[in-house]
């Protein structure tokens, strides 16, 4: 039987979700689309454009597609504006247009490329995502006895597809989703708890009071590190992944793994809906 540890239930009154590869399968036809605008991206800045579908969504999921795109080029030495650098201490540094023949990744330029995976990725998910009622279900169980939020590093234009092609819009509408691409004031991506905090912020609640759930390590790094104890929800890992992922998520500190919303909803809805 799954059992939390350490942890009391009893303060809880928000569930912070993520969003990709949580409450809907999104990860993997995301990563179909946004490889093709990637390997474009990497091409135009001399690198090589030949990542699939598939190593990109190994070695990225958890990060938005702004904070690949920058460790992407300095991972193969484009240099960037400092701006676009952040904290990176390896990124060649740059001011004007070239380094050595090198196009330099500008801010400006990174932004177009943004918008273009953004578009891309966006429009094919509406296609290929549909409803599913062992997410649905259970989520609006949930939802009679706990606020629901959605806290993500994905857009926001690129949630509200994804809320309104699998029906879960109603139970987590907009102004409940918190995006680290747009709901900052400096975009971010997880494990930056940055996000974590402003949500937390924006519903009053810290520690004990939310409740995370969340399919990748970054994401729970995140939650970790915003004070939120954090479940692992491993139901849409694919099955010879998810020994190595449970392990990983309990080495980034979540209080549980749970393969299915209905084992979650097992396990919080004795406390929380206890008359």
Not at 82 to 101: F, K, N, Y
Not at 133 to 141: H, I, M, S, W
Not at 220 to 248: C, D, H, I, K, L
């Amino acid at each position: 039987m799954i059992q939390f540890h350490d942890i009391d239930l009893a303060e809880l009154r928000v569930l912070l979700c993520d969003a990709d590869g949580n409450l809907f399968p999104s990860e993997e036809p995301a990563f179909v689309a946004s490889a093709e605008v990637t390997n474009a991206f990497l091409s135009t800045y001399g690198a090589p454009g030949t990542l699939t579908a598939e190593q990109l969504r190994l070695g990225t999921t958890g990060k938005n597609f702004r904070t690949t795109a920058v460790d992407l080029c300095v991972a193969h030495g484009v240099p960037v504006e400092p701006a676009v650098a952040g904290s990176r201490p390896q990124a060649i540094l740059a001011t004007g247009p070239t380094v050595d023949g090198r196009a330099v990744l500008t801010a400006e330029a990174l932004e177009h490329w943004v918008a273009e995976e953004k578009e891309r990725v966006s429009a094919y998910l509406g296609e290929v995502l549909t409803p599913d009622r062992d997410v649905r279900d259970p989520l609006g169980k949930l939802a009679a006895h706990l606020a629901l939020a959605a806290v993500s590093s994905s857009a926001l234009g690129r949630l509200e597809t994804c809320f309104v092609a699998t029906d879960l819009a109603a139970l987590i509408p907009g102004e409940q989703r918190y995006s680290a691409e747009d709901s900052l004031p400096v975009p971010t991506s997880k494990p930056d708890p940055a996000i974590y905090r402003h949500a937390g912020r924006e519903l009053g609640c810290a520690g004990a009071q939310g409740l995370a759930v969340e399919d990748s390590v970054p994401g729970a790094q995140s939650a970790v590190a915003a004070g939120f104890p954090t479940v692992g929800n491993v139901m849409f890992v694919p099955e010879p992944e998810r020994a190595e992922r449970v392990e990983a998520l309990r080495q980034a500190g979540v209080v549980a793994v749970v393969t299915s919303w209905w084992d979650l909803a097992d396990l919080v809805l004795p406390t929380v809906g206890a008359p």
